[in-house]
């Protein structure tokens, strides 16, 4: 197959793109497939990648992928695999045959369902989850209602919205509201962010406020959640309509919580534990809240469900999914599914599959009568 790897992203996440997709470039099997690499910049620009980009990542195995603003891309709405993506060069556009896309991209544009929006208007098969998924799961608020509906286990929250913290007596409705619910320990994050950015824990009232107007710089909607004191349990699941999920690990952060700095920029920022230590009991009981979590909100492909296993009640909740998890191959995704014996290349050719097999099976329903 040919495959298109997107890559980079307007995304906080644009970085750690630039791994993860050379790690799957380099991963993938030569003797079956063959790659385009098309690297999208911070601004949102596509610009095709030469096949020199690819020799010098398949070369350097540190190296992440690098975008050369050359050759822009076009993608053609009711496309085909011939032309649906085409390439500028000198003002002619030569097409860009293309069996699947894998977007490589995390955060926002590439794991909230809009680029997803676009490869179905291009009539594109593609790695991961669909629309509909990609962008409820980018919503905390939206993924807990739907779990919550399901009967899954969730932390207790408040949304709310930043028009209460504009107004002095909505504020304080609003600060009393947590008080009387929760009182002053709680966890604030916006709804729509990821990488723990605007995220706080609060203590008091004057914490929480400052809590909550950081969370507010962030989205204009957020989550009040009781704060936990918890282990950090993680769970990969692949697949269509027979999800599976693979050996649970663990976070442990070294910081307050897991926050920015211990994901991205402290290397003693927290220990990736694989597989986490858990009785059997509890393995199944996380593999089964996750598959049920994943199958809720009609997820495909691939996803990394996360939960807090409660330290002092032994209680499991669900904290949030992610459906283009971190992707090189020391992350936790495809450590995971290693320890249950499916290799990182294995994996890849999976989660091709499963994009092509969702394709196959839409274009088998009716558009139009
Ligand atoms: N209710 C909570 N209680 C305590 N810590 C929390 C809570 N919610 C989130 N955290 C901490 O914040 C981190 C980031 O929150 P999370 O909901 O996973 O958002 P993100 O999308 O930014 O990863 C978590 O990994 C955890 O360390
Ligand atoms: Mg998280």
């Known amino acids: 197959m040919k495959i298109t790897i997107l890559y980079g992203g307007k995304s906080g996440e644009h970085e750690v793109s630039l791994v993860s997709a050379a790690s799957v470039a380099r991963n993938i099997d030569f003797s079956k497939h063959s790659i385009n690499l098309i690297g999208i910049t911070k ?32 993608i053609v709405p009711g496309g085909s695999k011939q032309n649906a993506i085409q390439v500028e060069n000198n003002g002619k556009y030569i097409n860009l045959y293309t069996d699947i896309v894998f977007p490589v991209l995390h955060g926002t544009f590439g794991e909230d ?18 629309t509909m998924a990609s962008s409820l799961t980018m919503d905390k608020e939206k993924t807990k209602q739907i779990w919550e509906n399901a009967n899954l286990p969730i932390v207790p929250y408040i949304c709310a919205k930043k028009y209460q913290s504009e107004d002095k007596t909505e ?3 609003l600060l009393e509201q947590v008080n009387s619910k929760f009182g002053y320990n709680v966890f ?4 729509c962010a990821g990488s723990s950015v605007g995220a706080s824990k609060a203590s008091d009232k ?51 919580f897991y926050d ?26 996380v593999q089964t809240i996750a598959v049920q979590a994943y199958k809720s909100l009609d997820a495909s492909g691939l996803s990394r469900v996360d939960f807090f296993l409660d330290k002092n009640s032994g209680k499991l909740m669900l904290n949030e999914i992610n459906t283009m998890p971190g992707f090189t191959s020391i992350s936790m995704f495809p450590k995971m599914c290693e320890a249950a014996g499916l290799k990182y290349a294995d994996l890849i050719e999976e989660v091709l599959q499963l994009g092509i097999n969702r394709f196959e099976k839409k274009r088998e329903l009716l558009t139009s009568r």
């Open 260 to 285: 920015y700095d211990a994901k991205y920029t402290d290397p003693n920022g927290a220990s990736l534990l694989i597989p986490a230590n858990l009785d059997e009991e509890t393995i199944k009981q």
């Open 113 to 130: 369902g809009t680029i997803q929006g676009l490869f179905e208007m291009a009539e594109l098969p593609y790695v991961g989850c669909g």
């Open 171 to 173: 504020f304080e409705n």
């Open 206 to 256: 004057t914490s929480l406020e400052k809590a909550i107007l950081e969370a507010f710089k962030w989205d204009d909607k957020i989550l009040i959640e009781e704060c936990v004191n918890a282990r950090e349990i993680e769970c990969s699941v692949t697949g269509n309509d027979n999800p599976v999920a693979y050996i649970p690990g663990e976070i442990a952060p070294t910081h307050e």
């Open 43 to 74: 601004e949102g620009k596509w610009f095709y990648q030469e096949d020199s980009e690819l020799q010098r990542i398949k070369k350097d195995k540190t190296a992440s992928l690098q975008i050369k603003e050359k050759y822009p891309v076009v």
């Open 188 to 191: 604030v994050k916006p709804c």
